[in-house]
Nanobody, 122 residues
C-alpha cells in the first residue's frame, strides 16, 4: 500500500508556471506507475500525465502536451509535474495516483491523494 500527498498548487496568472509534487510513503513507491489527473468543477476527472516505475515511459493528455513535464525521483519517493504556460482552463484540483500497471485510464489506479488546487487567473 502507498499513501500519496500532493503539494505545490496555488493561484497563478495565465502564462505562469507551477510545479506540483506528489510525495509517497511506503518502501514500495518505486514499484508503482504514478499518474496525475485533474478535475474541474462540474467536469469528469481528466487524465493529465503518467510515468512508469523507472521513468522510461511517459505520456500526456492532449490538452497539456508541450506545456507540462512529469518526472520522478525514486530516492525521494516523489513525482513532480512541472506546468508551464498555464491557461485558465487548467484550473482544477490536481490528484496524483498510483497503479501497478502502465495506464492512462483512471480505473487502473488504486491509490489516490487528496488533491491540490490549481487556479489560473486570466
Amino acid at each position: 500500500q502507498v499513501q500519496l500527498v500532493e503539494s505545490g498548487g496555488g493561484l497563478v496568472q495565465a502564462g505562469g508556471s507551477l510545479r506540483l509534487s506528489c510525495a509517497a510513503s511506503g518502501r514500495t513507491f518505486s514499484s508503482y506507475t504514478i499518474g496525475w489527473f485533474r478535475q474541474a468543477p462540474g467536469k469528469e476527472r481528466e487524465f493529465v500525465s503518467t510515468i512508469n516505475r523507472s521513468g522510461t515511459w511517459l505520456t500526456y493528455g492532449d490538452s497539456v502536451k508541450g506545456r507540462f513535464t512529469i518526472s520522478r525521483d525514486n530516492a525521494k519517493n516523489t513525482v513532480y509535474l512541472r506546468m508551464n504556460s498555464l491557461k485558465p482552463e487548467d484550473t482544477a484540483i490536481y490528484y496524483c495516483a498510483a497503479s501497478m500497471v502502465n495506464s492512462w485510464q483512471r480505473g487502473a489506479y488504486d491509490y489516490w491523494g487528496q488533491g491540490t488546487q490549481v487556479t489560473v487567473a486570466s
